[in-house]
C-alpha cells in the first residue's frame, strides 16, 4: 500500500517540476512589433530568437522596456474656433521612433466645448475659454492647451412678407432669417409701428386689427434691423339680409330682426334699421313692436350704403269666443243685476261688444247692467264685433207679499231676542268687571304676599292679572329703594341691596346712596365750617377790648 503512493507521487512531482522549466524558459507568447512581449517577469526579449507568431520559444531571456515618450505638445487648430464649429486637435511627441502610443482628451469645461469622438474631435458649444487635457497613457505625459471659443456675429436680418397689402382679420405670417445662419445669438424681436392696426402675436405672426398702415420691424439682439411696411384695408359690406323671428305678426306681437352681412369678414358690422310705417310697426335696436293692423316696409343699411328691404303684415287679432254670465239666474220684479261679458283671446283687437233683450218688457238692458220689469222669461244675447255671441236665461217671478210679511216678522223677533241677550251679556260683564275691579284694589291693599298669590288666582282675565302683578311688583321695588335709602346700617343696607333684582334700579340707588353719603359729608364740613367762622367772629370780637386796654396804660403818665 505504501509503495503505490510513492509511485502515484512521482509522477505528480514531475509534472510540477515540468511546468516551472516551461514557464522560465520555454513559454508560449508571440513578439510584439518591438521584438518582446509580456511575461511573467514583465515586458522582455528573448535573445535566442523565437517565434514571432506565438508558441514556445527557447533560448535565454533578455528583460527590457519599450521606448516611451518624454514629451507631448498639442498642435493648435489651423482657424479660428466660432460657436458651433466642429473642430480636431492632434499631438506631436518625441522621440519620434515611439510607434505605440494612446492619448485621452479631457476637456475643463464640456459646457463650452465637448468630446465628439475619443480620436480628438471636439464640438463648441458655446463662447468662452476652455483648457483642453490630452494624456499619453503609457508614458503618462500631459499637454495643455488654452482654446477660446468665438461668438459668431449677426451681421444682417431678412424679413419677407408674403404680400404688400392685407384685410382686417387676416394673419400676417412673417419669414424671418438670421445672418449668417451659424451667428451665435439668434433671438429676434418683432414689432409693429401701430399696435392698433396690426397686433404682433407670435415669434413669426401678426394680426390685422383695422385699417391703416403699419411698419413691421424684426431687430437682432446685436441691434441689427430689417423692416417691411404694409397696409392694412377694411372689408367692405357686398350685401345685405334681413329676416324676421316669425313669419306671422299680429297686434301687441314682438319680433327680433336677423341681419346677416356679406361677406362674413367684413371689417364695420354695423347696421340701421328703419321702418316705413312706425305706427304699424315701431323699431327698437333689432327688435319690432306690431302696434296696429297695417303693412310696413323694414329696411336694413349698412354704412356704406348697401341695404335689403322687406314688407312686413300686421294683422289684427280676432275674438274667438265671448262668455257672458249674469249676478243671478233667478230675479223677482224690480231687481236690477250686473252682467260681465269676457272675450277670448284677451290680446283681441276689437273687444267690444253688444248687448241685446229677447223680450225689454220683461227684461231691459240699461248699460251695464239689467232691470227685470215684470214677470216672465228673457234671453240676454252679447254679441262681439266679429259675430261671435254668447246667450243667457233671465227668469224674473211674481213677489210673495204673505212671504216677505213673514220674513220680516221672523227677523224682527230674532232682533228683539238678539238685543235682549246682548243687554244682559253686557250688565254680566260689567259685573264681574266690578267685581274683578275690586279684587284688584284688595290684592294691592293686602300685604302678605302669600294671601296675595292666592286672590291673584281670582283674576279671570290673564292680561289684567299679568298687569297687577307688574303693578304689585314695581311697588315692592319701590318699597324696597325706598327702605334701602333709609337704611343707616351699612350692613343691612348691602343685605336689602341684595334683595334687589332689578340692574337698573340697583345701579340707580347706588349712584342715590353715593350722592347722600357726598351731600351728609358736605353739610359736616359746611357745619365744621360754620363753627369755625363763629369761633373766629368770637375772637376778632375780644380783640378790640384787649387793644383798648393797652391804650389807655400808654396814655397813663
Known amino acids: 500500500m505504501k509503495l503505490r503512493k510513492r509511485l502515484l507521487f512521482i509522477p505528480l512531482a514531475l509534472g510540477l517540476v515540468c511546468l516551472n522549466v516551461l514557464s522560465v524558459f520555454g513559454h508560449s507568447g508571440g513578439l510584439d512589433k518591438y521584438g518582446g512581449h509580456n511575461g511573467p517577469n514583465g515586458y522582455h526579449y528573448h535573445s535566442g530568437g523565437g517565434s514571432s507568431s506565438g508558441g514556445s520559444s527557447g533560448g535565454s531571456v533578455a528583460t527590457t522596456s519599450p521606448p516611451k515618450v518624454t514629451s507631448l505638445k498639442i498642435t493648435e487648430p489651423k482657424q479660428k474656433v466660432y460657436v458651433g464649429d466642429t473642430f480636431t486637435l492632434a499631438c506631436t511627441y518625441t522621440p519620434s ?85 451659424n451667428a451665435t445669438d439668434q433671438a429676434y424681436m418683432l414689432t409693429s409701428s401701430d399696435p392698433e392696426v396690426l397686433r404682433i402675436t ?64 367684413s371689417t364695420d358690422h354695423s347696421y340701421t334699421i328703419t321702418s316705413s310705417n312706425p305706427e304699424v310697426l315701431q323699431v327698437i335696436g333689432d327688435a319690432l313692436n306690431c302696434l296696429k293692423e297695417g303693412v310696413a316696409t323694414l329696411t336694413v343699411e349698412s354704412p356704406n350704403g348697401k341695404s335689403a328691404a322687406i314688407t312686413v303684415a300686421v294683422e289684427a287679432v280676432a275674438a274667438e269666443s265671448i262668455t257672458l254670465e249674469l249676478s243671478s239666474g233667478s230675479f223677482k220684479i224690480g231687481d236690477v243685476a250686473i252682467y260681465t261679458v269676457k272675450i277670448f283671446p284677451d290680446n283681441a283687437t276689437d273687444k267690444s261688444y253688444t248687448i241685446t233683450s229677447s223680450d225689454p218688457e220683461v227684461v231691459q238692458v240699461i248699460g251695464d247692467s239689467i232691470k227685470c220689469l215684470q214677470e216672465g222669461t228673457a234671453i240676454i244675447t252679447a254679441t262681439a264685433a266679429n259675430g261671435e255671441k254668447a246667450s243667457v236665461a233671465a227668469t224674473v217671478e211674481k213677489v210673495n207679499v204673505f212671504a216677505i210679511i213673514c220674513g220680516l216678522l221672523l227677523i224682527a223677533g230674532f232682533a228683539a231676542i238678539g238685543v235682549f241677550s246682548f243687554k244682559k251679556k253686557k250688565e254680566r260683564q260689567a259685573e264681574i268687571a266690578r267685581q274683578q275691579s275690586e279684587l284688584a284694589q284688595r290684592i294691592l291693599d293686602e300685604k302678605d304676599k302669600t294671601k296675595r298669590s292666592e286672590m291673584m288666582l281670582q283674576i279671570i282675565n290673564a292680561d289684567d292679572r299679568a298687569r297687577l302683578q307688574q303693578t304689585l311688583d314695581e311697588r315692592d321695588k319701590q318699597e324696597l329703594a325706598q327702605q334701602i335709602l333709609d337704611e343707616a346700617d351699612k350692613k343691612k343696607q348691602k343685605d336689602l341691596m341684595q334683595q334687589m333684582k332689578d340692574r337698573n334700579m340697583r345701579k340707580d340707588l347706588k349712584r342715590q346712596l353715593k350722592d347722600k353719603e357726598e351731600a351728609e359729608k358736605a353739610i359736616a364740613a359746611n357745619e365744621k365750617k360754620a363753627k369755625q367762622m363763629e369761633q373766629m367772629q368770637r375772637i376778632k370780637g375780644f380783640m378790640p377790648k384787649i387793644s383798648k386796654k393797652s391804650e389807655h396804660k400808654e396814655d397813663t403818665p
Request: proline fraction near 2%; hydrophobic fraction near 45%; charge should be negative.
Open 97 to 181: 521612433s515611439v510607434k505605440d502610443i494612446r492619448i485621452v482628451w479631457t476637456v475643463s469645461d464640456e459646457s463650452i466645448v465637448k468630446m465628439a469622438d475619443s480620436d480628438g474631435t471636439f464640438e463648441a458649444l458655446a463662447s468662452g475659454k476652455v483648457t483642453i487635457k490630452a494624456e499619453e497613457v503609457y508614458s503618462e505625459k500631459t499637454a495643455l492647451f488654452v482654446l477660446e471659443v468665438l461668438t459668431v456675429e449677426v451681421k444682417s436680418v431678412a424679413l419677407e412678407l408674403p404680400g404688400g397689402s392685407f384685410e382686417v382679420g387676416d394673419t400676417v405670417s412673417c419669414a424671418i432669417e438670421i445672418l449668417p445662419a
Open 202 to 265: 407670435g415669434d413669426f405672426s401678426a394680426e390685422c386689427l383695422k385699417a391703416g398702415a403699419a411698419t413691421i420691424t424684426v431687430e437682432a439682439a446685436n441691434g441689427k434691423k430689417a423692416a417691411v411696411a404694409l397696409s392694412v384695408v377694411a372689408v367692405e359690406v357686398e350685401s345685405l339680409a334681413l329676416e324676421l323671428s316669425s313669419d306671422s305678426l299680429k297686434i301687441g306681437d314682438s319680433a327680433v330682426c336677423s341681419v346677416k352681412l356679406s361677406p362674413a369678414n
